[in-house]
């Protein structure tokens, strides 16, 4: 399984874009890069997934370089409720178990 | 989207007993559930992956006989905890893969507190 490196913590504040850099420079052909949000006492929730070049929906951006070697997952003006543990996770789409980092604290403040 | 519920959401027991945590894939079939655990200010810890109708797999250093995993249907998976003590304390998370549509990640469930006193 592809290891994964983020920052331990950010610090952001409301109305500002929030960009989280994941280094997985052992990323093999077939892993996808997943990115999960989790608020205290709640399980992970599903942001966002892709393979390549730029991907976005309704919540957040994910850029991936042709090399893959590392991802950004793009927070769009940022609120209080987006303060969370953010995880960046690669492994095969859907078919492989996950392996948890320690993931990036973001703290977004008034 | 892809929901999956736990039951009960928290849960305070005497040292010694067993108890039952049930995760539920409420809109999808799901094959595959898996079990974690996570300890305050820590990531989540996989602890086992269940298949339907199969033994589930467990993680190095996690006892099987202690935590006992039973994927009955392609919509449940039961965790119980037999025995429990005070270090079994923790966050049980469960998730599900899907089969079929959305089957490309894992969604998970809400979480379920277990103190052991």
């Known amino acids: 399984l592809a290891k994964t490196t983020q920052p331990i913590s950010m610090d952001s504040y409301e109305g500002q874009e929030v960009n989280i850099t994941c280094s997985h420079n052992?990323?093999?052909?077939?892993?996808?890069i997943t990115w999960y949000q989790q608020f205290p006492s709640q399980g992970p929730r599903f942001i966002i997934q892709?393979?390549?070049t730029k991907v976005t929906n309704e919540v957040a951006s994910l850029f991936i370089p042709a090399d893959r070697k590392s991802s950004t997952l793009s927070l769009p003006r940022v609120s209080l409720s987006d303060t969370a543990v953010y995880y960046c996770?690669?492994?095969?789409?859907?078919?492989?178990?996950?392996?948890f980092g320690k993931g990036t604290m973001l703290l977004v403040s008034p | 989207g892809a929901v999956v519920s736990q039951h009960p959401s928290w849960v305070i027991c005497k040292s010694g007993t067993s108890v039952k945590i049930e995760c539920r894939s409420l809109?999808?079939?799901?094959?595959?559930m898996f079990w974690y655990r996570q300890f305050p200010k820590q990531s989540l810890m996989l602890m086992a992956t269940?298949?339907?109708?199969?033994?589930?797999?467990?993680e190095q250093g996690v006892e099987k006989d202690k935590f006992l995993i039973n994927h009955a249907s392609l919509t449940l998976s039961t965790l119980t905890v037999t025995s429990a003590h005070p270090e079994d304390s923790s966050f049980y998370i469960c998730?599900?893969?899907?089969?079929?549509?959305?089957?490309?990640?894992?969604?998970f469930g809400p979480g379920t507190r277990l103190l052991v006193l």
């Open positions: 269940s298949n339907e109708g199969s033994k589930a797999t467990y």
């Open positions: 052992n990323i093999a052909t077939n892993d996808y």
């Open positions: 998730s599900a893969r899907a089969t079929g549509i959305g089957k490309e990640t894992q969604y």
């Open positions: 809109d999808f079939q799901a094959t595959t």
């Open positions: 892709g393979y390549k």
């Open positions: 996770l690669v492994g095969e789409r859907g078919y492989s178990t996950l392996t």
